[in-house]
């Protein structure tokens, strides 16, 4: 029997109602292994290739076929809004046969919730962080809420597998199956997978079951991209003619921004006009100013304003607000925002996306690009390089258009190589580990140390912790009062942990900032970041605000609208960036290849960096002295590599060679002064990589570099452990010092 045959009838009229005369491929695969075996599942295959309901539509005909007794799938989505638009989705393709959805974070009502507490049945849509709360609050009730479930989806799993956000959703698909004494089976789903072995493994953890990876042939898909370069300030690049593209041209300019318009958004507001577009900024500092900055152009021009905002700091109202507004196929809006609607929402016939500097991650292109090309358009980005005019004495390293370059090679690794990169599943995940045992304690109750180890450790996340670390850990919190010993020898937790574990926070494990809540009369507009005093002013959800008072206790801000601009903050937002990233960054500046699709301005600007880089000879050296004793490094590294090399030079290079002044603009370069030559430069490192080392040897003395979450609440040692052998990526900065040794 073929899959659609094998379809319940209400999904075959699904499918006739939508006018779909084939099934997609990744549709048939999906089918195939879900129907045809009892294994795990994952599916990998473009954006907007039907993966969601590729899954669903063999897994609720089986429901059809056999009513669940509980709720028999919980499809885990890492973003509210993608699991706002995929409760509409499904709610369409379930309400035939009866089988109720719900969904389940912050913002859905507390009647919603109910019903699904008294009633629990069909799909749940949650995020890792309400299913953490569930476990917390609902531990009474899980067997009953989920004794039959039978299928967990989860959705952009590429998305959880770079931090301890994956790891926590693994610890509660494993917390919740022993609760409710069930075994289900696991699909995931997601377009940009680097290794999918790696991930098949990552979703199977803990079972004994292996996954299906059905092989999907992708068609060929036409991009529009373009790229192109603006300095902030003065005249633009010059020099090139624009390249012949092999892609559609580019229209012109459909309006004219103000008259000495910053040249980048301006460009972005010329061509935005009745089109609907998405404006990707990689910070939401970035991303009000852009929203800001477009408003004021608006209003410059007596028009009405067409730009949305939506990022993680804005009140669930304005962020709703923007989705809505975006899937109204009859308005022709922009929205500036960040990686909150970088995956999987469909937000109807998006024609372009712009992305504002170079993302960090091949991952995020892909995805950022994936937005578009929906309703058979084509997909299509154009890439807004901004930067500062290089000073006429600035040294040398300052004058490489570093986003410019990263932008190229990223682009450049997915054309040539279908390259993405791999999951990071190798950290030592000390703060998961204090979340997960506090989270534990506190629903379960009084446990026996040797109860909460066995309960812990072998959760499969936690598998190079080792007995004695959990042992220090416990130590360490026995000490401070996170948790407390019972007459009887069990654990509880303690009063210092009901404050952490009590907080709504506690809920998710990525790191945030404290946050204030932002009040204008009754209307809430989001949350900031250490707010200024009274009388200044903030901007948020687009426009700019004056402080009228500061409720510390509450962390309150209260304020009125007024007119200007002002730079907004919200904590710092690192990027990670690959090693193979920064490896094709240097051929782009020593190779001699065009790219179709760099516009004017960039294509000058990349002739210029390469006419700098073939003067001073950094791609073919990797040492280049500035003048004096001042030299520069360019090592090509990923970003934990390159942050093993700056410790390993300054904690164990820096005597012999003289180094001082150490200045590093992570991950491109690192200046500073040496009183040795380039020769005894590479020796001395050469020598020093053949040592021994200890990853604790590069960790600064009296250091305690807290990198997660609930890393200030772990002993010290663990601390400094996680970091050197969990975050410094030791064995890249070894083999990159033996490669330099081997060309000297």
Known sequence: MNVFDRYAPFVQDFIYRNNWESLRAVQVAAGDAIFNTDCHVLLSASTASGKTEAAFFPILTLFSEDPPQSVGAIYIGPLKALINDQFLRLNDLCAEAGIPVWHWHGDVAQSHKSKLLKHPSGILQITPESLEALLLHKHAAISRLFGDLRFIVIDEVHSLMRGDRGGQTLCLIERLSRLAGVDPRRIGLSATIGDLEGTGRFLASGTGRRTIIPKIEAKGTRWRLSMEHFYVQGPQEEGADRQESALPVLEAATDTAPANADPGIGYIFEHTRGKKCLIF??????????????????????EPDRFLIHHGNLSASYRETAEMAMKDEEQCLTTVTTATLELGIDIGRLERAFQIDAPFTVSSFLQRMGR????????????????????????????????????????????????????????????????????????????????????????????????????????????????????????????????????????????????????????????????????????????????????????????????????????????????????????????????????????????????????????????????GEMWCLFPWLGSYAFLALERFLKLKC???????????????????????????????????????????????????????????????????KGFAYGIL????????????????
């Open 729 to 744: 990526d030791i064995e890249g900065m070894k083999a990159r010092i033996r490669s330099w040794n081997k060309d000297n």
């Open 281 to 302: 900024s990689n910070s939401r500092e970035e991303c009000e100013a852009v929203t800001t900055t477009l408003r004021q152009y608006c209003e410059a021009r007596h």
């Open 372 to 627: 578009t090309g929906r309703r058979g358009l084509p997909p299509e980005m154009w890439f807004v390089m901004r930067e500062e005019q290089p000073e006429p004495r600035a040294m040398l390293p300052t004058t490489v258009p570093w986003k410019l370059i990263q932008g190229i090679a990223l682009v450049q690794l997915y054309l040539e190589e279908r390259w993405v990169e791999p999951p990071k599943l190798d950290r030592l995940p000390f703060s998961l580990l204090y979340h997960q045992t506090m989270s534990t304690l506190a629903s379960c109750g009084e446990m026996t140390p040797a109860a909460l180890a066995s309960r812990i450790l072998t959760l499969s996340i936690f598998h190079r912790i080792s007995k004695e670390d959990f042992r220090v850990m416990l130590r360490r919190l026995l000490e401070t009062g996170h948790i407390e010993r019972t007459e009887g020898g069990g654990l509880i937790v303690g009063l210092a942990g009901e404050r952490v574990t009590n907080s709504y926070k506690f809920y998710a494990v990525f790191q945030e900032n404290e946050e204030y809540t932002v009040r204008c009369g009754s209307q809430e507009l989001g949350t900031i970041v250490m707010p200024p005093p009274a009388g200044e002013k903030i901007a948020l959800a687009g426009h700019v605000w004056v402080v009228e008072e500061v409720d510390h206790k509450r962390h309150l801000v209260y304020c009125e609208q007024v007119k200007g601009k002002v730079p907004a903050y919200f904590g710092e937002c690192p990027g990670d960036i690959h090693t193979r990233v920064l490896e094709r960054m240097r051929r782009v500046l020593d190779e001699e290849k065009s790219y179709p699709y760099l516009m004017k301005n960039a294509a000058a600007r990349l002739l210029h960096a390469r006419h700098t880089a073939a003067n001073s000879g950094l791609t073919r050296e990797p040492l280049i002295c500035l003048g």
């Open 654 to 720: 820096a005597p012999q060679l003289g180094l001082s002044a150490l200045d590093s603009s992570r991950p491109y370069f690192i200046q500073f002064k040496m009183k040795a030559g380039p020769e005894e430069f590479f020796r001395v490192l050469a020598e020093m990589e053949r040592q021994p080392l200890d990853p604790m040897e590069l960790v600064y003395p009296g250091e305690v570099p807290l990198f997660e979450k609930y890393d200030e609440y772990l002993p010290e040692e663990l601390v400094k």
